[in-house]
Structure formats: C-alpha cells, structure tokens
C-alpha cells in the first residue's frame, strides 16, 4: 500500500520544488504529514527517502531537533501548556495541575483519554497568560476555574 | 518628559481600525505610497536614508540597520532578505500584534528594504505557534502579488521581488539569525560558525540579509516621512519608536507603541493600568528573558532606551517587560529560567550544552534540600565561563541567572538554609 | 604583495600562508592548543570551544580553529585566563562523560584523558546525577558505539558528510539530550568504519575488531605501506613483538592518503599472524615422503633441483605483492646472471584494475604493479600488466619458483592457483601465506617474511614510492625475504 496518498505526495511534491533547495523542503513537508496524519512514523521518513530522495538522516535530525513535530503516535487533544515565566506567574502550574486532574477523571471512567499534556516555552501570548494550544486552536487567561470548561469543549468527561 | 510625550504611531497606526489587515484598508490610509517613493531612488540613497534615520534592530541586539544593510557586497548575483519573525524571547509579542494588526506594512517594509541591499527573494520565518498569524501573512502575501506589489517589475519600475513565508517547528534557537537561516535550509536550527558573516554569506551561502519584524516595519513610514522625522522622535542615540509588550499581574498587559526613551514606570502605571489589585512589584525583566532583572528601585526612573537600559546593567533587548511580584520565588523563577535554556540550547557548543543542564541539575537540589549554599558559587563559576564561549549568545543565559543571583543572593540562601519543599506537580 | 603573514604566537613570530588558522599555524609549530571537534582532514565545525585563545586588543576569548592569522596579530595560547578557559572547557566535556576509562578501550589514546593530564582538571567540580544515554550499540560491520562517551564533536557526522559522502551518522534531539546514532536501526556498511574509530577523540565508537583485546600502552607501533591495494596508504601497524603477533592497522597521515585507510586495508594485520603463516619448510625427502624441515635442507633441495634443471625449463611466476629490493634480486640472479627467460606475472583472474572508489581503494590488488613492471623493463623482458598464470601452467616447465600474493584478502583466486600449481612437476611456492591444503600438496615451499617484516619499498599506482623502514621481528622462525633467498641461492649454486 502506498505510504502517502496522492494529494500528499502532490503536496510534498510541491514543496520540493518551492524552494532553492529540496532539503528547504523538508520542515514543510513534515507539517504537512504531521497534519494529515497526526505523527509522523518511520515509514513516512523511509518514504521520503527512496521516493523523494530526502535523506533519512537529515530527515530524522530535523524531525527530532524541533519540539512540535510528533514522533509518537498523539493523543486526538494536544495540549501545549505554556510554563514559561509569565505563564508560571500567572497561574500556569496550578492549572496545568487541574488538566492532569481532568485527564486521570477521564482515565478513572475506563476510557482512554483524548488528551495528552505537555508543557512548553513560551507560546507568545503573554497579554493573555496563562496560554495553552489544544492542536491549533490559541486559548488565553486559563486558569484552574476555567479550564475543564475548554476541555469540555473537545471532550467532555464520560 | 513625563506627560508631555506625543506618542507617535508608527507600527500601531492601524490599531482600532476594522478590517486593519486587508490590503483595501492599508491601502487607504497610504499603505504601499513608501514603496512607489522608494523605487524611484537608488538603492544606496535608501541605506542612506535609514542609517540617518538611526533605527536599530528591534530583535534585541539593537544593531544600527542602515549599517548592517551597508555590509553587504554590491556584487551581482543571488541575495536574500529574511524577516526574523521567530518571536520566541519569553515575554516578547509584539512582532505578533504587527501581523494582528497590518501583515501589509511588513510586506511593503520587506519590498524596500530588499530593493535597497539588492535582494530578489526574501522569506518571512514565522515561529511555529503563530498558526493564525501565518495565515493572515499568506493572504497578505497573496493579496500584495494579485495587486503588483510582488513578483516581476513591481510597479512598473523595474525592481523584482519574491516573498514567502517559512513556518518553523518549535525552536527557540532559530531566532538567532544564523540559527534562522539553518532552518531555512532546512537543517535543525543550530547557529552558523562567524566568520563568515550572513551579509557575506548566509542562505545557501549568498549575501543575506535578517531583520525583525518590527525593525522591517519601520522602515516605510521612514522611506515615506524622512529620517529626520523618524530621529526627531525617541533619544538622539535611541531614535524613533518602539513595541514594548509587557506582561504579569497587570490590569492592562499587552503591546504599546512609545518613544524611545519613555519612561518605564509610566508604561507600568499608566499604559498598562499598574498592577493587580493585591500585588506588589518585586522585580522586573527589561528586555525578555534573557536581560537580568531589575529591582524596583533601579527602574524607578529608568528610561526605556538601549543606553539607559544598559547602564542600569541590563539590557532593553526586544522590549519584552515582565512584570515579577513580590509572590514570586527567585527560585522558582531561576528555575523555570534556566529550564527554558536547558530545553532550547541546540546542543552544538559544549558548553552552553552542558552548561545550561548543569545549572539545571544543581538547581533540582534546591528543591530536594541537597543544595549547599556552595552551590551558589558554582552556579556563578559555571554562568561565568558559559557566557562569551559559544557561537551563539544563547549561553548568555547564563546573564539573568548571574542577575538574579547578584540581586536576590540573599533569598536563594535562606532558601536553602529553610529547605522549602517545592510545591510539586504530577503533569511533569 | 606576500602570501604570507607573521603574526606573534605566544611571543614568537610566525610566518603562515595567507588563509591558514591559528590552529593550524600552532599544530605546524608544535604548539599545542587542546582541541576535540577540530580534525586536520575535516571542515571546522567549531562547536567544542576547547580550543580557546586570547588576542590581543580583542575582549573575548576565540576559538583557534576559526581564527584566521593576521598580519601583526598577537596570540596568547598559555596565559592564565586562557588556562582558566581551557580547564572549564574540559569540564564541560566531562559533565556528563561517565568516566569508565577502565573499561574503555580507548584508554590511552582518548583525548579526553590527555587533556585531563595535559590542563589539569583533576578534581571534578560535577555532583550531581549525569545524563544517561544508551550504550553498546552495533552501529555497523567493524562498529560499537557508546553514546554515553560521546562528546558530540561532530567529527564523525562531518566524515560521513565530507569523506564517504553516505550521511550515515546524524546527531538526533537537541540539548544534551542530543545523541550520536544511525537512522532507526541501520547499520554503517562501507569500507571506512574504522576511521570513525580513529577519529572519535573519545571511546564513543570502538572497533569490533579490536575491542577488548589489548591494552593500547602495550602496542608497539611501526610504520609500513599497506599491501592491500595500488594506493600503498601509509600505515604503522600495531604489535607486540613479544608475544609475536600483530592487533590492529592504523593509518599515517601522508599526501598518499590523506588521513584516512580503507577497513579492508585494516585486516591485513589479520594474515600477518602465526596462524594464518606459512611456518615451515617442506620438501620430499630420500623416501619421497613430504616432510617439514629445515631451511638448509628446503634450500639445499631447492639449489640441487635448479642445478639438475635446464635453464629453458625453469620459469619464474611472480605476483605484485613483493618489494622493488625483491625483485632486483631475483631477476638480476635468474634471468641476468642464470639467463632464465620464462618469468610469468602472476595476478587475479578476474580484476579490474581501473577501478577506483573515489576515495582510496584500488581495483588493482596488488601493492606493487608498477615496481614489478619497472623491474621487467629494466631486465629487458616485456612489460604489460596482464595475468600469465594459465600461460606459466602451460609454458611446459619443469621447475617453477612462484612469489605467491601474501594474503587471499586481495587475492581470492589463491587457493585455486595453488591446486593448479600443485599439479606441476616441481613448484617451489615461496609464501607468507599458509592454505594448508593446497600448500602441503606443493613441492617445495619457503616461508616468506610478511611485509611489515622487510625492508624495501613499494612503487604506488602513481609511481610514488613508499619505504617499510621499520620492519618487526618476523613471527616465524626461519621466514626469509626474496632478497636471503637469493643470496643463499647464489651461495649455494656456486
């Protein structure tokens, strides 16, 4: 079966020819597989390998250097907590306590939980502290009241 | 000064504005009447223009940019522009509240400014995070090549130029410039050996050129009203205006344009409505996480210019004010510092690598009561010899623990002479 | 204008090509500036910042190896604050570096450990839990390695990269969680792992070869021309003449080979060893029972049958593999002086001797084509490179003297060209190399000394000339070079 699917590799394809270089193309290309796939897994970086001639040691090293690229297959709810200063100031570890809480409730009711919580740098919203990322959607002023509310929203508890 | 200070919009003139981002409403109110001005001189009398204008780089190193485009070669052949719009100095969002408000205004900043130092082809380097932001460029982008201000002849005189954005991947690192240009190649993010320079050889080995944001979106309104306009605004040695962001317990955080040289407690007490009801100042980060903290006192009358900062022993960096309240641990706060450098050093230089664990490391036995006072020292001993070291200046981080340890030692022993339990938390 | 410059290093001036570092203006002047990620045969990467030195007139400290020497510059490579920076760049490297030098076959030769001696770091300013990272991985054919040890220096990522070109190596994650590996579980698979050995300044790849079976202070090294290939990469070869074997080749550096040597060059020291060595003499005796003795017997045989033999029946069938000095001697005594005139090159069927891996190795096998070929002009037979062997089996001979290839590594056909002599009348098989098969159903053998055991030279594909001027002791008693066989021919012949 086919690695990619015909639009991605048009897409990749795409990139490959965007920029000076084809190795320019490779942090593109990996947003657009984490996208379409959630992850990205061994044999999307052997395909772009043998098929797009990106070697998969320059390909791996890319993919492990930068934070948001995914490598273990994800949770349907990332949550990117900011736990920098600003955050931290305003609340942030008490309210990434109350994620965790909400997470060990949904795991309690015997169902695997959407969610998986990580802490990260500064997500430059500091107006708005403390901030957190659920996949792509910016949510600011969370605090240990409010954010089971926003988890609700992609998930409510069972 | 004090009340008397106009506050001229620069960067903001478009805040409150409906539909501020769209090339219809930057039209109207003169956008892109810089660049019609500007094609029409030579590129030179465009550095010129700038280097009189006396704008620095706004990404935090305060560089003169009219300087910086002098270096490069006047040489045919491949060069690039490329807009640092990796903003990820903790505390720093103002590069994003530019493109909140006219992505326009950094397009046709980029346009000039690549005709000036003779680039074709520049790309804007977003961080990762930013993922609205990235969309409103891209229509931006779109909108500025369906209406002739990008692409082949730009307006029909003469000059050529191609713009795109690249979106990073989570890297703190790639806000250092060369660390920007790896990534741009596609590479992990890790900053380029100087010699050689960027302007020499940067992005695939061809002149480069890398301003911020906010640096590159001055410069229309500089091109369109003249240098001396742009100097008679700021100090004579810190001219024009400036984004501060500012954050923490205040009533009114957020992105203000003001003079250089404006006071800072009236940015504290008035622009950002003073502090939570309830909360006291005990110290404030300048310039984002990388500038040593400053106490109340020292920031009493501090201006908010490069020299004035500088002086006080810290620096303005990218205008990135924190706000530190009397609650706050310095443990903790060294901490949650040094964390951040920890994960974000590249890992290249040795001793910024181990460094920044290093001081990690020791900094966990603050909190399971195995920290010596010693500790302390070695902690000072490491920052000392990390600092200057490495290609980048990232292991100048070691700089606000330096501060931090100079201006709160005192607290940071009796921590750990009281040996507090951290409060500990399971998300870890 | 010169294309030179002087400039002061530690008081002194020195005069430099323009372009050179003050790295390399120190290394040409024997000063030492420590250094781990810098590497004479790689690009600068800069990133260890061990190699710390002060200039004049400059307010920070910088690194030599990037350092360009300018006119007039001042370098200081021994002031206190350059030592200062030189102990903490150490320590850095040893934060997290586990320190298992006992069990380290590095030990010895790692440059971490010379460092340590040389700076004088010797109290650890680290106490606290060090990273852990994953050990005792197998990286490839010849390859182990120890992330652990790793003090990412690059230079390994930067050989794959510049030398072999195949990127096999990568540095993964970031921080100092970065860590050294392959791509998921792959494996190195050229012919230039071991350079990745010898490069790591520190233990973090080792070879499979070599692992654990000898302690370094205890080789003794001398130098030699490898006989694997046409290129005659510079070597020394690592050995203990006591207990009479040899553990390990490494390579020279020389305009030859720049610093580096093919694996398959490597194993050479594996033929070398009495195992693997023609030991004895054997002969036939009064009974015409083969039997192993002596040299003077096995010589004295040998002259008797050359004596009995006419001169038009006796054929010489010689390989590359002996020196220029050899083959003097044994054309100026059979063919000048006895007036042979059937002398047969001896080569492998099936070579294609232009064939080149872009980096060092050879399709020609043998390390002296070109001597052989300069030694059969000079005694006025014919000189083409081509394999004679079927036309020596078929040249009716009754006394053949063969100058066997000295390892069946580059020279497969062997044990087939040894049966076929095997079949021969008489076939005095003069080798270093023992089949035990086919050379004990030989008539007459004599064991040869291996080639870090002579003296002589080498002539190179490009006629360049390599000398093996520091022979060890031969590990067999009675081996003799082609040159004392002569000369006890000749005694002997009268």
């Given at each position: 079966m086919a690695v990619f699917t015909p639009q991605i590799e048009e897409k990749i394809e795409h990139y490959l020819q965007r920029y000076e270089t084809r190795r320019s193309a490779i942090l593109p290309i990996l947003h657009v597989i984490q996208d379409e796939y959630g992850w990205i897994k061994d044999e999307h970086i052997k395909e772009l390998d043998e098929k797009f001639q990106l070697h998969r040691v320059h390909v791996q090293e890319v993919a492990t250097f930068y934070s948001m690229y995914r490598l273990k297959e994800p949770k349907k709810f990332r949550i990117l907590f900011c736990d920098n200063v600003v955050c931290c100031i305003m609340g942030a570890k008490q309210t990434m306590a109350k994620v965790q809480e909400y997470i060990v409730a949904y795991e309690k009711a015997g169902k695997d939980c959407p969610f998986s919580l990580e802490g990260v740098p500064c997500l430059g919203v500091c107006d708005g502290a403390p901030a957190m990322l659920i996949n792509k959607d910016r949510h600011l002023k969370i605090n240990p009241d409010n954010v089971a509310e926003y988890m609700e929203r992609y998930a409510p508890l069972p | 000064m004090g009340d008397t200070i106009t506050k001229v919009k620069i960067l903001t003139q478009y805040e409150g504005m409906s539909n501020s981002r769209s090339l219809s409403t930057y039209k109207e109110h003169g956008g892109y009447e810089a660049l019609a001005v500007a094609l029409k001189k030579s590129p030179d009398e465009i550095v010129s223009i700038v280097k009189d204008s006396g704008l620095r780089g706004r990404g935090g190193a305060g560089f003169p940019t009219g300087l910086k485009w002098s270096f490069v070669p006047k040489t045919e052949g491949k060069k690039y522009l490329l807009c640092n719009n990796d903003e990820g100095e903790p505390g720093t969002f103002k590069d994003r509240y530019i493109l909140e408000l006219s992505p326009h205004m950094l397009i046709e900043g980029m346009i000039i400014s690549a005709f000036a130092v003779g680039a074709q082809k520049g790309y804007v380097y977003t961080r990762c995070e930013f993922f609205d932001e990235i969309k409103w460029l891209d229509d931006a982008i779109k909108e500025a090549y369906e209406a002739g201000y990008l692409g082949k002849n730009i307006l029909g005189l003469g000059f050529d130029f191609d713009l795109d954005q690249y979106q990073g991947a989570g890297a703190y690192i790639c806000g250092e410039e060369t660390g920007l240009i790896s990534s741009l190649e596609g590479k992990k993010g890790q900053p380029k050996l100087k010699p050689p320079f960027p302007a020499v050889s940067g992005y695939l080995g061809c002149p480069t050129v890398v301003n911020n944001t906010e640096t590159l979106s001055a410069v229309p309104w500089i091109v369109k009203n003249g240098s001396d306009a742009y100097r008679a605004i700021g100090t004579e040695k810190s001219p024009g205006t400036k984004l501060f962001s500012i954050s923490g317990p205040l009533k009114n955080p957020g992105v203000f344009e003001v003079p250089l040289g404006y006071p800072m407690m009236k940015l504290v007490e008035e622009d950002a409505g003073g502090l939570l009801e309830g909360e006291e100042l005990k110290a404030i980060i300048p310039g984002g996480l990388s500038a040593p903290v400053l106490l109340p006192e020292d920031v009493k009358d501090l201006t908010l210019d490069y020299e004035a900062i500088a002086a006080s022993k810290s620096m303005l960096g990218s205008g990135a004010i924190t706000i530190i309240p009397k609650r706050q641990c310095m443990v903790e706060l060294l901490k949650l510092i040094m964390d951040f450098y920890h994960h974000e050093s590249c890992g290249q230089c040795t001793p910024c690598r181990e460094g920044t664990g290093w001081i990690t490391n020791i900094l966990e036995g603050f909190f399971d009561k195995s920290a010596t006072v010693d500790d302390i020292d070695q902690i000072y001993a490491i920052c000392q010899q990390m600092a200057g070291r490495t290609i980048c200046a990232l292991s100048d981080a070691a700089m606000p623990t330096v501060g931090i340890i100079n201006k709160f030692r005192d607290e940071l022993v009796s921590y750990i002479e009281r040996g507090t339990e951290r409060e500990r938390f399971s998300y870890i | 204008m010169s294309d030179s410059v002087t400039f002061k290093l530690d008081g002194r001036d020195v005069a430099v090509p323009k372009g050179w570092t003050v790295m390399q203006a120190a290394r040409r002047e024997n000063v030492h500036i420590p250094h781990f990620c810098y590497h004479d045969g790689l690009s600068v990467a800069g990133v260890c910042r061990f190699c710390m030195v002060k200039v004049?007139?400059?307010?920070?400290?910088?690194?030599?190896?990037?350092?360009?020497?300018?006119?007039?510059?001042?370098?200081?490579?021994?002031?206190?604050?350059?030592?200062?920076?030189?102990?903490?760049?150490?320590?850095?490297?040893?934060?997290?570096?586990?320190?298992?030098?006992?069990?380290?076959?590095?030990?010895?030769?790692?440059?971490?450990?010379?460092?340590?001696?040389?700076?004088?770091?010797?109290?650890?300013?680290?106490?606290?839990?060090?990273?852990?990272?994953?050990?005792?991985?197998?990286?490839?054919?010849?390859?182990?390695?120890?992330?652990?040890?790793?003090?990412?220096?690059?230079?390994?990522?930067?050989?794959?990269?510049?030398?072999?070109?195949?990127?096999?190596?990568?540095?993964?994650?970031?921080?100092?969680?970065?860590?050294?590996?392959?791509?998921?579980?792959?494996?190195?698979?050229?012919?230039?792992?071991?350079?990745?050995?010898?490069?790591?300044?520190?233990?973090?790849?080792?070879?499979?070869?070599?692992?654990?079976?000898?302690?370094?202070?205890?080789?003794?090294?001398?130098?030699?021309?490898?006989?694997?290939?046409?290129?005659?990469?510079?070597?020394?070869?690592?050995?203990?003449?006591?207990?009479?074997?040899?553990?390990?080749?490494?390579?020279?550096?020389?305009?030859?080979?720049?610093?580096?040597?093919?694996?398959?060059?490597?194993?050479?020291?594996?033929?070398?060893?009495?195992?693997?060595?023609?030991?004895?003499?054997?002969?036939?005796?009064?009974?015409?029972?083969?039997?192993?003795?002596?040299?003077?017997?096995?010589?004295?045989?040998?002259?008797?049958?050359?004596?009995?033999?006419?001169?038009?029946?006796?054929?010489?069938?010689?390989?590359?593999?002996?020196?220029?000095?050899?083959?003097?001697?044994?054309?100026?005594?059979?063919?000048?002086?006895?007036?042979?005139?059937?002398?047969?090159?001896?080569?492998?069927?099936?070579?294609?001797?232009?064939?080149?891996?872009?980096?060092?190795?050879?399709?020609?096998?043998?390390?002296?084509?070109?001597?052989?070929?300069?030694?059969?002009?000079?005694?006025?037979?014919?000189?083409?490179?081509?394999?004679?062997?079927?036309?020596?089996?078929?040249?009716?001979?009754?006394?053949?003297?063969?100058?066997?290839?000295?390892?069946?590594?580059?020279?497969?056909?062997?044990?087939?060209?040894?049966?076929?002599?095997?079949?021969?009348?008489?076939?005095?098989?003069?080798?270093?190399?023992?089949?035990?098969?086919?050379?004990?159903?030989?008539?007459?053998?004599?064991?040869?000394?291996?080639?870090?055991?002579?003296?002589?030279?080498?002539?190179?594909?490009?006629?360049?000339?390599?000398?093996?001027?520091?022979?060890?002791?031969?590990?067999?008693?009675?081996?003799?070079?082609?040159?004392?066989?002569?000369?006890?021919?000749?005694?002997?012949?009268?």
């Open positions: - | - | 004049e007139g400059r307010p920070k400290m910088e690194i030599a190896c990037n350092l360009l020497a300018t006119e007039g510059m001042v370098v200081e490579t021994t002031s206190d604050d350059v030592k200062q920076a030189h102990k903490w760049g150490l320590e850095f490297h040893l934060v997290n570096h586990p320190l298992d030098c006992p069990i380290c076959d590095q030990a010895g030769e790692c440059e971490l450990q010379n460092s340590y001696m040389k700076v004088g770091k010797y109290k650890s300013e680290m106490h606290r839990p060090k990273v852990l990272k994953p050990k005792n991985l197998d990286v490839g054919s010849q390859l182990i390695l120890d992330t652990e040890r790793c003090i990412l220096c690059s230079r390994c990522v930067r050989f794959e990269e510049e030398v072999t070109k195949t990127n096999g190596l990568g540095i993964f994650d970031r921080g100092d969680r970065a860590i050294i590996g392959t791509y998921a579980e792959e494996k190195i698979e050229h012919n230039y792992q071991e350079n990745l050995v010898d490069i790591c300044p520190v233990g973090a790849f080792t070879s499979k070869e070599f692992r654990f079976k000898q302690r370094v202070w205890f080789l003794e090294e001398k130098d030699s021309i490898c006989n694997g290939c046409s290129t005659g990469c510079h070597i020394s070869m690592h050995g203990k003449s006591n207990e009479l074997r040899y553990y390990r080749v490494k390579p020279k550096h020389s305009a030859v080979n720049g610093h580096w040597m093919c694996d398959e060059g490597r194993h050479s020291y594996r033929y070398l060893n009495p195992e693997e060595r023609l030991s004895r003499w054997w002969y036939k005796d009064n009974m015409n029972e083969r039997i192993a003795g002596g040299k003077d017997e096995g010589l004295s045989i040998l002259a008797r049958k050359l004596k009995d033999t006419n001169i038009d029946e006796i054929a010489l069938l010689v390989s590359a593999h002996q020196t220029n000095e050899e083959y003097e001697a044994l054309l100026a005594y059979f063919v000048k002086e006895l007036g042979i005139s059937k002398v047969y090159q001896w080569r492998q069927d099936h070579e294609d001797i232009n064939a080149f891996d872009g980096i060092l190795l050879r399709g020609d096998r043998n390390p002296n084509t070109l001597g052989l070929q300069n030694a059969l002009t000079k005694f006025g037979l014919k000189a083409e490179v081509k394999n004679e062997f079927e036309k020596c089996l078929l040249s009716g001979a009754k006394v053949v003297i063969a100058l066997c290839p000295e390892s069946p590594q580059s020279f497969p056909e062997l044990k087939e060209h040894l049966a076929k002599l095997s079949e021969m009348p008489f076939v005095s098989a003069w080798s270093a190399h023992y089949l035990p098969e086919e050379i004990e159903t030989i008539s007459h053998t004599v064991p040869l000394k291996g080639f870090v055991e002579k003296r002589g030279s080498f002539t190179n594909h490009e006629g360049n000339i390599g000398e093996l001027s520091d022979p060890f002791p031969a590990v067999i008693h009675g081996a003799v070079d082609v040159c004392e066989m002569i000369e006890s021919l000749r005694e002997l012949m009268g």
